[in-house]
Structure formats: structure tokens, C-alpha cells
């Protein structure tokens, strides 16, 4: 079974950066796709980027152009860098691990981390 922890998040401004880490235990990260979620106060949870075990990317519309997942494979971590944030970025942002692939088929990561709080915000 395999333990997840973000970190990273906190306050920052409108038109600002972050980056999320995803610390990752218990399993061979090499060979699992890692995916990032969001979830906004009030609404439900939804994609954000994936990556999968040969290092190809997905992300969400919304964040095409501003957001970048990465990993790390010696380190058992992945990010993801958050540039040019606007308040609508504002969630707690989760991490998750599944197959070796990249989906968003619901029930397909059954791995989640606890989270970590983002806010965009003058």
C-alpha cells in the first residue's frame, strides 16, 4: 500500500508561484503514474496533472500553459509547479498514485495523500 505526503502549499498572490511536492512510500515509484486533484471549497474534486512512468504528461485545460508535474524516481517524489496562480486555483490540492498509466477514470488512483491547502489571494 503506498503512503503519500504533499507539501508545499500556503498564501501567495494573484499572478504568483508554488510548488507542491509528493513525497511517495511504500511502493516502486518508478513504476506508477502520479496524479494531482484539486478541490475547491464548496465543489467537488477534479484533475489537475498526471504523469505517468515513462515521464509523459497530462494536464487539465484549465491549467495548460501555467502548471508542470515532474518526478523525481531517486527520490520517490513528484511536484508539481503552480505559476501565474489566480484565485480560481485557490483548494487543497491532493496527490495520488495508480497503475503505470495516466487516467481520470474515477476509482482508478486508490492511493491519496492527505492534501495540502493553496490560496490565491490579495
Known amino acids: 500500500q503506498a503512503q503519500l505526503m504533499e507539501s508545499g502549499g500556503g498564501l501567495v498572490q494573484p499572478g504568483g508561484s508554488l510548488r507542491l511536492s509528493c513525497a511517495v512510500s511504500?511502493?516502486?515509484?518508478?513504476?506508477?503514474?502520479i496524479g494531482w486533484y484539486r478541490q475547491a471549497p464548496g465543489k467537488e474534486r477534479e484533475p489537475v496533472s498526471c504523469?505517468?512512468?515513462?515521464?509523459?504528461?497530462t494536464d487539465a485545460d484549465s491549467v495548460k500553459g501555467r502548471f508542470s508535474i515532474s518526478r523525481d524516481n531517486a527520490n520517490s517524489t513528484a511536484y508539481l509547479q503552480l505559476n501565474s496562480l489566480e484565485p480560481d486555483d485557490t483548494g487543497v490540492y491532493y496527490c495520488a498514485a495508480g497503475d503505470w498509466y495516466c487516467t481520470w477514470r474515477p476509482g482508478y488512483f486508490t492511493s491519496w495523500g492527505q492534501g495540502t491547502q493553496v490560496t490565491v489571494s490579495s
Open positions: 504523469i505517468n512512468s515513462d515521464g509523459v504528461t
Open positions: 511504500g511502493i516502486t515509484f518508478k513504476y506508477y503514474a
